[in-house]
């Protein structure tokens, strides 16, 4: 596709825009004439009396369309105001064209209730509603959710104070790899791969105790921790008991409020891991069917049966489990609607204390991006959410965390939905990087947020496993970094 650009520089927000229409193209951005292509999209900016003149024309497929408007403002209000324009030209045009309107309106980023925040401070309540439906062209809907989403996360990030933080394990292993996945983490199935995890898992013991150093020279409070992946529980049970006990020594637990380990696939489940998970008083589970259909499972790639999904979860609350996450996904291949909605029903008959629904991102690096299977429109995409949301809300759960991705199907969202009282903070403490994340382990991003000043530096460690083992020195090094940010200030 051809974005053609002339007398601006808001190509950056047109392009996002363009890409929720059309997710696989690969955008050419042209400044002028140059260039054909069957998707073309041209954005023209000029100053007039008084402001600009904003034109913008659709050629798509053999369909072509325009339209045009003038913006008046301040000097120092048009060039926002112009960007705004034309991206609600855009809007206006593709939505015609292609006869998807995407709920989320010309918004792209990918915190809207952190928005929502922002504005409702600024404007107030009424103020930041019109915003979002008036001039990002939000769905009254998806700007109720934003609000409901803003109000339960503001009560959370208010828990967190300047000195705390909290602690992310990342295990990059997976029993197979599902078909939509675009994370660095390997299948065990892969005799490399199952090699490499017990040097992987020495080094991640080292990493967790320089950085409970760290911590406690600093008189950092830890408030949560997230074990994430990957699929945790791909580790034996003993190997479970060493990482947690390499936890247990190196950080002091007195300030903690949540424990959450992602044990990820349920045919990784078994009594002994649970006992373990118990043991060290790890509280939050995660066990993540993905869908409760079984075709869907072997399309995907995820070697477990939706029997097993069932019976895992039942597992995990004979053992005392009350607060259990399960995933969901709207969008999969070759599910319809119907199938959809018989997941989250049969999701809400299981109960579990959480249950957040993702829309399928196709991320360029899935093999599921490569072979183009069908997966759903964003019509149908934003009808699961409807219905999902619906279900959810009658059966007593409320939407308490929300994130977007770029290449979401129908560019919509993932929420995180619980019952009363069973918000995942790390999920949200993370999301509105409110305190810091010091993260180990491969791939793991540590996030140094200064409250005060709103200052968010990164720690960047290896992504690969087996850099992550050959580089352990580096990663150890670049700890440093954590000292001298806090002691900055
Ligand atoms: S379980 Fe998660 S991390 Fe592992 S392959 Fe599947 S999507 Fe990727």
Redesign the pocket.
Known sequence: MILRIFGHDFHYECENLCRVYFPNEKINIVYGDDGEDEKTVVTKCSPVDGGNLIEVEAHIDGVSKSEKAEVVASEDELRDKSELKTAQLIFALLSDITGYTPPWGVLTGVRPSKLMLRLTEQMGAEGAMEYFTRDLLVSEEKANLAQTVAAAEEKIVALSENNSFSLYVSIPF?P???S??S?V?H?IANANARKLLPEYLEKLADEIKITGEIAKELGLKLESIYFG???PGVLEAPQMDRLLGAIEKSFDLSYLREYTVEV??PDTVTPEKLRILKLHNVERISI?PQTFNQKTLELIG?NHSVEQAVKSYQLAKAYGFDSINMDLIAGLPDETFEDFCSSVDTAISLSPENITVHTLALKRSSELNASGAGVSGGNEAKKMLEYASERLTASGYAPYYMYRQSKCVGNLENVGWCKVGKECLYNVFMMEECHTVLAVGAGGVTKLCNQETNNVERIFNYKYPYEYISGFDKISERKNGIKSFYLSY
């Open positions: 997976c197979t790899r599902c939509y996945c994370f983490s299948s992946g990957g699929t990820g696939r993540n995820r």
